[in-house]
C-alpha cells in the first residue's frame, strides 16, 4: 500500500501563488505517475497535471491540461517520495479541493490522465482563491 498526505493549500488573492505538496509513503517503487486532481463544489472531479517518472529512465513526463498551462508546474523530489504543484498567478476558478493521486503502473508510451488510472488517493487540500 502507498499512503498519500497531501499539503499546501490555503486562501489566496487572484494573482497570488501557491505550491501544493504530496508526500507519498508505504510501499514505494521506482517508476509510476503521480497526479493532481481536483474538485470544485457542484462539478465532478478532473485532471490538472501528471507526472510520469522513472529513475531508471530519468524520466519525468508531465502533462497539464489547458486551463493551467503556463501557470502551474508538477515536479517530484525522487529522494523525498514527494509531488509538487507549483500554482502560479492563480485565478477564482482555480478554487477546488486538490487531490494527490499515485500509481505503481508505468507506461513509457503514454501518461495517465483518468481517475481510473490511479490506485492511491490523499485526503485532499483546499485551495481557495479570492479576493
Known amino acids: 500500500q502507498v499512503q498519500l498526505v497531501e499539503s499546501g493549500g490555503g486562501l489566496v488573492q487572484p494573482g497570488d501563488s501557491l505550491r501544493l505538496s504530496c508526500v507519498a509513503s508505504g510501499r514505494m517503487s521506482s517508476s509510476g505517475a503521480t497526479a493532481w486532481f481536483r474538485q470544485a463544489p457542484g462539478r465532478e472531479r478532473e485532471i490538472v497535471a501528471t507526472?510520469?517518472?522513472?529513475?531508471?529512465?530519468?524520466?519525468?513526463?508531465?502533462y497539464y491540461t489547458e486551463s493551467v498551462k503556463g501557470r502551474f508546474t508538477i515536479s517530484r523530489d525522487n529522494a523525498k517520495s514527494t509531488v509538487f504543484l507549483q500554482m502560479n498567478n492563480l485565478k477564482p476558478e482555480d478554487t477546488a479541493v486538490y487531490f494527490c493521486?499515485?500509481?505503481?503502473?508505468?507506461?513509457?508510451?503514454?501518461?495517465?490522465?483518468?481517475?481510473?488510472?490511479?490506485?492511491?488517493w490523499g485526503q485532499g487540500t483546499q485551495v481557495t482563491v479570492s479576493s
Open positions: 507526472i510520469r517518472w522513472s529513475i531508471a529512465w530519468n524520466d519525468a513526463t508531465t
Open positions: 493521486a499515485a500509481t505503481r503502473s508505468y507506461n513509457k508510451v503514454t501518461v495517465p490522465t483518468s481517475q481510473n488510472a490511479f490506485n492511491y
